[in-house]
Each structure stands twice: as structure tokens, then as C-alpha cells.
């Protein structure tokens, strides 16, 4: 099992509409996860960290934490274009990141 | 402001050739991250260097070796390059090695090519 999994996408969905991006992992003990957002030929870019378990909010994001099931998510509300890009979850301790979640925005 | 510079952006190498790339950052961050990004891998660390005299190893560090040179540069070299280390290569640094707030900020990115 891989210590931070993803679904790899792509996600499609229409503008305006709430995108929900999921990660899983497999230690434990991690305790802060955190989202990072790269646009294609771009280097990634932090967007929401997370280290309680419940939700955390930024504008139109979310970022929710359940450490007894090892998930953490990220909600995008009232998608737009310019959220189409590559999401990384990232887990503390061995700076581990998911294989990225590819979210397409359309029109 | 640069914040995290690395270079070269491109370079196109032949099996068994040698190189190093280079990272420097201007944030008097004290830790430095070596990543390599595969299609459909995310970023897999290669090393790091929690702080300035110490470097460590990650997840894919076979074939590399890195020098931190000092709190500002943290180089990462090929010694034999092989067509496997086809990647983007992203140099990154954080204030306390992450471990308060794990954000990383993250260099443009160089993109190797081996033949």
C-alpha cells in the first residue's frame, strides 16, 4: 500500500459546481496534511493545511480531516476554469505526496 | 524576490554522462528538498537537508547524490545518468523543515532529459 494515495482523475466537472478531491494514508501517526495545487508546466503551490480532525475553510475551499479513517479532502465550491490544474495531497513527517488528482473545470 | 532558483531549466544528457543541478534559495529557509515528478507519480522525494551540514535520504535517492553547500544551496548530482532518470526535477525549501507548518516552497522546476 502506498503511503499517500489519490485517485489519479481526471476529474471533470461543470463550472459552478462543488469538486471533491480525496486522499488516503497509511500512517497513523501523520498529523498535518496539506494540499498543494499545480498548474500544468507549473510547480505546485500551497492552498490549505490541515491538523484537527474536522473541517477547515478558505474562501471557496475546504479542506476536511478524519484521522481514525486516514482521509483528508479537499472541497473546491462554485468551481470555476481557472481551478483546472494537478491537486497533491501531502503528508508531514516524510513529506510524502499523493500521485495528484487531475481536476478539469468545464465551462 | 527569487525565492527558490534552480538551474539549469533544461538539459538533455547521454547515458552515462555526469551533472548536477543546482538550487539556491533567498528566504534564509533552513531546510532544502530534492523531488523528481513522473507522469502519474506525483513528487517522489530524493533527499533532503533538514538543516544546514546535514542531508538525508527519501523515498527514490538510488543514483543521486546532493552536497548542501551552504544555508542558501543545496546542489543535486547525477553521477551516471540513465534513461530511468528522464524527469522534472523540483528543488524546494521550507523554514523549519515543515514540521510547523509544511509549507514548501517550491523552485520552477528542471526539466532532464537522458538519451
Not at chain 1, 495528484?100 to 465551462?107: A, D, F, R, Y
Not at chain 2, 548542501?68 to 553521477?79: A, D, G, V, W, Y
Not at chain 2, 510547523?100 to 522546476?109: D, P, Q, R, S
Given at each position: 500500500?502506498?503511503?499517500v494515495?489519490?485517485?489519479?482523475?481526471?476529474?471533470?466537472?461543470?463550472?459552478?459546481?462543488?469538486?471533491?478531491?480525496?486522499?488516503?494514508?497509511?500512517?497513523?501517526v501523520?498529523?498535518?496534511?496539506?494540499?498543494?495545487?499545480?498548474?500544468?508546466?507549473?510547480?505546485?503551490?500551497?492552498?490549505?493545511s490541515?491538523y484537527?480532525?474536522?473541517?477547515?475553510?478558505d474562501?471557496?475551499f475546504?479542506?476536511?480531516?478524519?484521522?481514525?479513517?486516514?482521509?483528508?479532502?479537499?472541497?473546491?465550491?462554485?468551481?470555476?476554469?481557472?481551478?483546472?490544474?494537478?491537486?497533491l495531497?501531502?503528508v508531514r513527517?516524510?513529506?510524502?505526496?499523493?500521485q495528484?488528482?487531475?481536476?478539469?473545470?468545464?465551462? | 524576490?527569487?525565492?527558490v532558483?534552480q538551474t539549469?531549466?533544461?538539459?538533455?544528457?547521454?547515458?552515462g554522462?555526469s551533472?548536477?543541478?543546482?538550487?539556491?534559495?533567498?528566504?534564509?529557509?533552513?531546510?532544502?528538498?530534492?523531488y523528481?515528478q513522473?507522469p502519474?507519480m506525483?513528487?517522489?522525494l530524493?533527499?533532503?537537508?533538514?538543516?544546514?551540514?546535514?542531508?538525508?535520504?527519501?523515498?527514490?535517492?538510488?543514483?543521486y547524490?546532493?552536497s548542501?553547500?551552504?544555508?542558501?544551496?543545496?546542489?543535486?548530482?547525477?553521477?551516471s545518468?540513465?534513461p530511468?532518470?528522464?524527469?522534472?526535477?523540483?528543488?524546494?525549501?521550507?523554514?523549519?523543515?515543515g514540521r510547523?507548518?509544511?509549507?514548501?516552497?517550491?523552485?520552477?522546476?528542471s526539466?532532464?532529459?537522458v538519451?
Open positions: 500500500q502506498k503511503e494515495e489519490q485517485n489519479s482523475g481526471p476529474l471533470s466537472v461543470p463550472e459552478g459546481a462543488i469538486a471533491s478531491l480525496n486522499c488516503t494514508y497509511s500512517d497513523r501523520s498529523q498535518s496534511f496539506f494540499w498543494y495545487r499545480q498548474y500544468s508546466g507549473k510547480s505546485p503551490e500551497l492552498i490549505m490541515i484537527s480532525n474536522g473541517d477547515k475553510e474562501g471557496r475546504t479542506a476536511q480531516l478524519n484521522k481514525a479513517s486516514q482521509y483528508v479532502s479537499l472541497l473546491i465550491r462554485d468551481s470555476q476554469p481557472s481551478d483546472s490544474a494537478t491537486y495531497c501531502a513527517g516524510k513529506l510524502i505526496f499523493g495528484g488528482t487531475e481536476l478539469s473545470v468545464k465551462p | 524576490n527569487a525565492g532558483t539549469p531549466k533544461f538539459q538533455v544528457l547521454k547515458t554522462q551533472m548536477t543541478l543546482q538550487c539556491a534559495q533567498d528566504m534564509n529557509h533552513n531546510s532544502m528538498y530534492w523528481r513522473d502519474g506525483g513528487l517522489r530524493i533527499y533532503y537537508s533538514a538543516s544546514e551540514g546535514t542531508t538525508d535520504k527519501g523515498e527514490v535517492p538510488n543514483g547524490n546532493v548542501r553547500l551552504n544555508k542558501r544551496e543545496f546542489s543535486l548530482r547525477l553521477e545518468a540513465a530511468s532518470q528522464t524527469s522534472v526535477y523540483f528543488c524546494a525549501s521550507s523554514e523549519s523543515g510547523i507548518t509544511g509549507e514548501l516552497f517550491f523552485g520552477e522546476g526539466r532532464l532529459t538519451l
